[in-house]
């Protein structure tokens, strides 16, 4: 069965900063997808960026870009020149490419940017 | 276009109590799925459909039940309430192919509480 790990429950940065948040996962697949989801305070759950296995780049969306290392079974994100608006929970989640539906989750990255 | 609409977006329940969330969506996608998302936990599947007709269960399907007798409706069954039902719930959809964009669509999710 996959699993996906964020070993970090919470961070803080000061605006402006660059910040990274780790994820891990574990699965026998080759194919898959990988996403990277934040949830604002306001409870709505908005997709930041999404990775095929089968590229070799790495995604950007702007400000945010990941860094996946297939073989070490990493998707770490990073956030350049952090905005108030950033602050959220950042959640890692994990899809067969042949799934039905399933996504398999991280508990979560909980992170503040300060001013 | 709404999107993914969830119903109600609070609801307090007394345990044995039976309700129903209603998800609807107008993107005419062949995936739904219930969410729920505790706190430190990731989300986890309660049941999912690929279609009118056909659904199945997740990880966490115990005490729920779904339907699926149209495209756009997919609502979540509370047979008798739990202080364990407590949670937030999400329903999500998403088409059956997106061409290599594939992403989730969630709604803005229900706040439910079994006292």
């Known amino acids: 069965a996959q699993t996906v790990t964020q070993s970090q429950p919470e961070m803080s940065v000061q605006e402006a900063e660059t910040v990274t948040l780790s994820c891990t996962y574990d699965t026998s697949e080759s194919n898959y997808y990988l996403f990277w989801y934040k949830q604002p305070p306001s409870r709505q759950m908005i997709l930041v960026i999404r990775q095929e296995a089968y590229k070799q780049q790495n995604a950007t969306e702007n400000r945010f870009s990941v860094n996946f290392q297939k073989a070490a079974k990493s998707f770490s994100l990073k956030i350049s020149d952090s905005q108030l608006g950033d602050t959220a929970m950042y959640f890692c989640?994990?899809?067969?490419?042949?799934?039905?539906?399933?996504?398999?989750w991280g508990a979560g990255t909980k992170l503040i940017i300060k001013p | 276009n709404a999107g993914v609409t969830q119903t109600p977006k609070f609801q307090v329940l007394k345990t044995g109590q039976s309700m129903t969330l209603q998800c609807a969506q107008d993107?005419?996608?062949?995936?739904m799925s219930w969410y729920r998302q505790d706190p430190g936990m990731g989300l986890r599947l309660i049941h999912y459909?690929?279609?009118?007709?056909?659904?199945d269960q997740g990880e966490v399907p115990n005490g729920y039940n779904v339907s699926r007798s149209t495209t756009e409706d997919f609502p979540l069954r509370l047979l008798s309430a739990a202080p364990s039902q407590t949670s937030v719930y999400f329903c999500a959809s998403r088409p059956a192919w997106a061409g290599g964009q594939e992403k989730l669509f969630f709604g803005s999710g229900t706040q439910l509480s079994v006292l």
């Open positions: 459909s690929v279609g009118a007709g056909i659904t």
């Open positions: 993107m005419n996608h062949e995936y």
């Open positions: 989640a994990f899809m067969k490419m042949d799934s039905n539906y399933q996504l398999i």
